[in-house]
Nanobody
Framework: QVQLVESGGGSVQAGGSLRLSCAASLYGYSDYCMGWFRQPPGKEREGVAFINKDRATTYADPVKGRFTISQDNAKDTLYLQMNSLEPEDTAMYYC???????????????????????WGQGTQVTVSS
C-alpha cells in the first residue's frame, strides 16, 4: 500500500520561497511517476510538476523557472522547491503517485490527475501580495 504524507506548506509574502516535502512509501517499486498538483480556491486541481524514477521532470508553464521538483530516494521523500512565489500560487498542494510499467516512465510525466491513483492529504500554501 502506497502512502503519501505532505508537509511544508504555510503563508509567505510574494517573492518568498517555500519547500514542500512528501514522505512516500513508494520507492521499493520498480517504476513510477510522482507529481505535485494544486487546487486553488474554487478551481479544479491542476498539475504543477512531475518526476519519474529516472529523475526526468516536467513542469506546468506557470511555474517553469520558479519551481523545482526533486526526490531523495535514500529518504523516500519527494520535494517541491518553490521560489519567487506569487499570489496566484495560493492553493492546496497535493503529492501524487502512480506505479507504471517500465515502458510508460516517460509517458506518465504528461498524465493528468485522473491517471494518478495515490494521493496525499494536501498542504496549504498561501501567498500574500
Amino acid at each position: 500500500q502506497v502512502q503519501l504524507v505532505e508537509s511544508g506548506g504555510g503563508s509567505v509574502q510574494a517573492g518568498g520561497s517555500l519547500r514542500l516535502s512528501c514522505a512516500a512509501s513508494l520507492y521499493g517499486y520498480s517504476d513510477y511517476c510522482m507529481g505535485w498538483f494544486r487546487q486553488p480556491p474554487g478551481k479544479e486541481r491542476e498539475g504543477v510538476a512531475f518526476i519519474n524514477k529516472d529523475r526526468a521532470t516536467t513542469y506546468a508553464d506557470p511555474v517553469k523557472g520558479r519551481f523545482t521538483i526533486s526526490q531523495d530516494n535514500a529518504k523516500d521523500t519527494l520535494y517541491l522547491q518553490m521560489n519567487s512565489l506569487e499570489p496566484e500560487d495560493t492553493a492546496m498542494y497535493y503529492c501524487a503517485a502512480v506505479v507504471v510499467a517500465r515502458w510508460l516512465t516517460g509517458t506518465c510525466l504528461h498524465w493528468g490527475r485522473d491517471r494518478y491513483n495515490y494521493w496525499g492529504q494536501g498542504t496549504q500554501v498561501t501567498v500574500s501580495s
